[in-house]
T-cell receptor
Framework: EPEVTQTPSHQVTQMGQEVILRCVPI?????FYWYRQILGQKVEFLVS????????KSEIFDDQFSVERPDGSNFTLKIRSTKLEDSAMYFC?????????????FGPGTRLTVL | GEDVEQSLFLSVREGDSSVINCTYT??????LYWYKQEPGAGLQLLTY?????DMKQDQRLTVLLNKKDKHLSLRIADTQTGDSAIYFC????????????FGRGTSLIVHP
């Protein structure tokens, strides 16, 4: 069964460093998403991506964040200068369609720890 | 704005029924969802309910929706140890958006 994969499973970085989180969405999906969950808090939407551009973003997704689909399979989230408060589990998701019923398929997440 | 609240933990004995509760704020929500996250895996859509429905049953799962109180529940009959997971409630759409708003997740612990 096709699934969304994410690498690495755990990333440790120093404050101020750049990190790139990688995702491989399901191959025939057209919409891609990043969410994060700070420990003990809610799953928060960061950004959605379609047709090689951002279709929607939250207030969390500021200039420190960027997304890219560098080739036909990978979808990346870059954090330019990490802060302690960026420590969280980051989930990538993908879906075929966009709409009120659009089953999003989630990856297992990357745990980012900023020291 | 949209907000989804759910309790953090639920512990049940194997064979008993589990009821996970959720409250939401957006009365315009069209769909309400339950996602399940097993250890080491991503969130997986378990079931959903349209806002014009009161109840939906799918094998051992029963979803109840009280629109007046903006309350959603997930009942798992004959809970098994394999049901141990984190269950996320979500509502959609946000105004002008189709992105679901999630709660914190309820950790269901099933013990023998």
């Amino acid at each position: 069964e096709p699934e969304v994969t994410q690498t690495p499973s755990h990333q440790v970085t120093q404050m101020g460093q750049e990190v790139i989180l990688r995702c491989v969405p399901i191959s025939n999906h057209l919409y891609f998403y990043w969410y994060r969950q700070i420990l003990g808090q809610k799953v928060e939407f960061l950004v959605s991506f379609y047709n090689n551009e951002i279709s929607e973003k939250s207030e969390i997704f500021d200039d420190q964040f960027s997304v890219e689909r560098p080739d036909g399979s990978n979808f990346t989230l870059k954090i330019r200068s990490t802060k302690l408060e960026d420590s969280a589990m980051y989930f990538c998701a993908s879906s075929v369609y966009r709409g009120p019923y659009n089953e999003q398929f989630f990856g297992p997440g990357t745990r980012l720890t900023v020291l | 704005g949209e907000d989804v609240e759910q309790s953090l933990f639920l512990s049940v004995r194997e064979g008993d029924s589990s009821v996970i509760n959720c409250t939401y704020t957006d009365s315009s929500s069209t769909y309400l969802y339950w996602y399940k996250q097993e250890p080491g895996a991503g969130l997986q859509l378990l079931t959903y309910i349209f806002s014009n429905m009161d109840m939906k049953q799918d094998q051992r799962l029963t979803v109840l929706l009280n629109k007046k109180d903006k309350h959603l529940s997930l009942r798992i009959a004959d809970t098994q140890t394999g049901d141990s997971a984190i269950y996320f409630c979500a509502e959609s759409p946000r105004r002008g958006s189709y992105i679901p708003t999630f709660g914190r997740g309820t950790s269901l612990i099933v013990h023998p």
